[in-house]
Each structure stands twice: as structure tokens, then as C-alpha cells.
């Protein structure tokens, strides 16, 4: 491939991209644009077409490991200028917290080069290692109620509690993984979490996980030219899962308000999952009629382009769940630490199966099952 050689709609793209980053992120984001312009024209860390139900054409995987190394660079450029950082939240202070996050980036980003190297069970393994040897070097996230009677029994009880948490945090990466196809679902998402924690802790690492999240969203939507893949998958999402366990350990948040912050990914795997049982499938069995496939289904039958239906499904999930939290931020609807916010979520909630089931019509499952 000719990594200079541009159809007139791949330049109309650039010159979108190039346009909103300039707009909000200036001469670096215009630099970061041309290098994520770059990544889709190589050839390796391809996606593989039609894996997530939702693309129809090959994608790179490396999204993750660039706005990694985004991030990297303006922590380094803050330094370098003389910035320091808050001294709330993981990702400033603590180097357990770097440690969760780059060994989560780095089992992707070997998933992202070579492909099913590593078992499904293994790869689930090894993530959860990765959380069993945070939360035993900093025990102190592990939280000792969230307000559920039953689960606040279990997590009194000291290994359970361990147990529980490490599988939280191995699901959230693995529902995060699971969004990865549709294009500004889970870098939307990502977003609107970095910048709540930023603007609530004033953290410089929040702040710059907000601003390359914002870059590769921008990217996202209009190319759909590249994917998250394994390593942003996982390590943006250890970075959220370990910053909303510090932040409610800190009592900055409540569990009601990270929970609709984050709902999408969350009640989508829970939902796949018992789907998947009541059809008498593996509950671990990776498919493709999840609530986002369903209405890409639709909306891909009425436009005229794939690309604009896949980003249309991501943008239209993100503002209706993390969006509406977002909105509710703003508007100050009850402080952040308030148990209130479980009446968004319960909103979101009731969006989401009535979605779900209306999308559902018209619509083969079995045709969209995903085979290992």
C-alpha cells in the first residue's frame, strides 16, 4: 500500500479531522491526527473484517497504543514544562496504579500484533493475575461496601472481597473489549470518564488521558479506520476501572454515579452473558448481537454509507448512557458522592432493554454468532 497515495474521500476525512483537532487541541492535535493517519496505512495489527458484526472493511488495532503513547508524550511535554500533578487519583501518585494500567496495555498490544496467540482462558488468566498483585500490593481499593446488603456481606469478608473485585475489574476490560467495534463507543466512553475525573480531581494524568481520548474519538468517528484494538481496550480500560476504585475509596464518588458513568459496557456484558445461557450456549462464547450490532443492523439498511452507520450506533449509546451522566454532571443534578444517581442509571437502564428489544425485530441471531 501506498502510505501517501489518497482517495478524495479519505482527504475530505483528513481535512475533518485535521480541522476539529486544530480546533480543540491545536498544533498537537494536528500533529497526532497525521500520525494516527499513518497507522491505518499499515499493513500489520490489521482487524480482521467483520469480527465485531459492525465493520466492513480492515481496520487497524493499534488505536490503543497510540493514544497510550499520547498520553505518555504529554505527561512528558507537562514535565517538561514545569506542571505537576494533582495528588488525587492513581494515575498521579501511585505506581501500582501505572503498573495495573501498562501490563494490562502491553497483554493487549501482544494480542493486537499476534493474533489468538494467547487462549482465551489464558488471556483471562493473566488479567486477573495482573489485578490479584495490584489489589495485594494496595488493599486499600479494594472497597468494603457499596451499599448492596449482600454484596457488602461478601465483600466484608476479606478474600472474597479480593476475589470479587479482581473479577470486576477482568469483566469491565472484557466488556470494554467487547464495544471495542463500533466506532466512538468505547473511546467516547473513555472520554467522558477522563474528563469527570479530571474536572472532579484536577489530576494532570486524567487531563491527558481526557485530551488523547479526544484526538483518537475525533480519528474514530469519520475514518473508522482504527480500532482501539487489545492493548487501548485493556489498558484504558484497567486505567478507568482502578481510578473509580481509588476515587470511591476516597469517597469522591459514589458507586450510584460510577455506575451510570460507566453503564453501557457494564449491563452488556451482564445482559451477553445471560443471553447466552438462557440459549443454551457457552456464557463466555463471543457473539455478535449485542445491543450496538443490533442497531447497526438497522441503520446500516437506510444509509448509504457503513462507516456513518457504525459511527452514528456508537455516538447514539454513548450520549444516552454515559452522555446522559455527563449531562447530568453539568446540570448539578445532586453532588457526585449522592446514591441519587442510581435513578439515572435506572433511567439508562430502561433505554437500554426497551432498544434492545425493539432492534431485536427483524433480526437473525443466529446469523451473527462469532466462532471461536
Request: negative net charge; contains cysteine.
Amino acid at each position: 500500500m501506498n502510505n501517501f497515495l489518497f482517495s478524495e474521500q479519505d482527504l475530505l476525512k483528513l481535512s475533518a479531522m485535521i480541522i476539529l483537532a486544530g480546533a480543540f487541541f491545536g498544533l498537537f492535535g494536528l500533529v497526532i491526527m497525521l500520525i494516527l493517519q499513518w497507522l491505518t496505512r499499515q499493513t500489520y495489527a490489521q482487524d480482521v473484517v467483520e469480527k465485531h458484526g459492525i465493520a466492513d472493511s480492515g481496520a487497524s488495532r493499534l488505536g490503543g497504543l497510540a493514544v497510550m503513547l499520547t498520553t505518555f508524550a504529554i505527561l512528558l511535554l507537562a514535565s517538561l514544562s514545569g506542571l505537576t500533578s494533582s495528588d488525587v487519583g492513581p494515575l498521579g501518585i501511585h505506581l501500582f496504579g501505572w503498573f495495573g494500567c501498562i501490563a494490562c496495555a502491553i497483554l493487549g498490544l501482544i494480542e493486537d500484533f499476534r493474533n489468538n496467540v494467547l487462549a482465551p482462558r489464558y488471556r483471562l488468566l493473566s488479567k486477573a493475575i495482573i489485578f490479584a498483585i495490584v489489589f495485594w500490593l494496595w488493599p486499600a481499593l479494594v472497597p468494603s461496601e457499596i451499599g448492596i446488603e449482600l454484596v457488602d456481606m461478601m465483600l466484608d469478608i476479606t478474600p472474597l472481597g479480593w476475589l470479587i473485585t479482581v473479577l470486576f475489574c477482568v469483566g469491565f476490560l472484557n466488556a470494554a473489549n467487547m464495544a471495542d467495534g463500533a466506532n466512538g463507543l468505547m473511546p467516547g466512553i473513555f472520554f467522558i470518564a477522563f474528563t469527570v475525573f479530571y474536572l472532579q480531581t484536577g489530576g494532570l494524568a486524567y487531563s491527558a488521558m481526557m485530551t488523547s481520548s479526544g484526538l483518537f474519538l475525533i480519528f474514530n468517528v469519520i475514518s473508522g479506520r482504527l480500532f482501539l484494538g487489545d492493548a487501548g481496550s485493556y489498558g484504558l480500560g484497567a486505567a478507568v476501572a482502578l481510578s473509580g476504585l481509588y476515587l470511591y475509596s476516597n469517597d469522591l464518588f459514589s458507586a450510584a454515579f460510577l455506575a451510570a458513568l460507566l453503564m453501557y459496557p457494564c449491563v452488556e456484558l451482564l445482559v451477553s452473558m445471560g443471553r447466552r445461557l438462557l440459549l443454551g450456549r457457552s456464557m463466555f462464547l463471543p457473539d455478535n448481537d449485542h445491543l450496538h450490532n443490533r442497531i447497526y443492523f438497522h441503520l446500516q439498511r437506510y444509509l448509504g454509507s457503513k462507516t456513518l452507520a457504525n459511527s452514528i450506533t456508537g455516538l447514539a449509546v454513548v450520549l444516552s448512557t454515559s452522555g446522559l451522566a455527563m449531562v447530568g454532571y453539568f446540570a448539578n443534578w445532586w453532588p457526585v458522592t449522592d446514591d441519587r444517581w442510581i435513578f439515572v442509571f435506572a433511567v439508562q437502564s430502561v433505554i437500554y432493554f426497551l432498544v434492545f428489544t425493539i432492534s431485536g425485530a427483524n433480526r437473525v441471531v443466529t446469523q451473527y454468532v462469532v466462532q471461536d
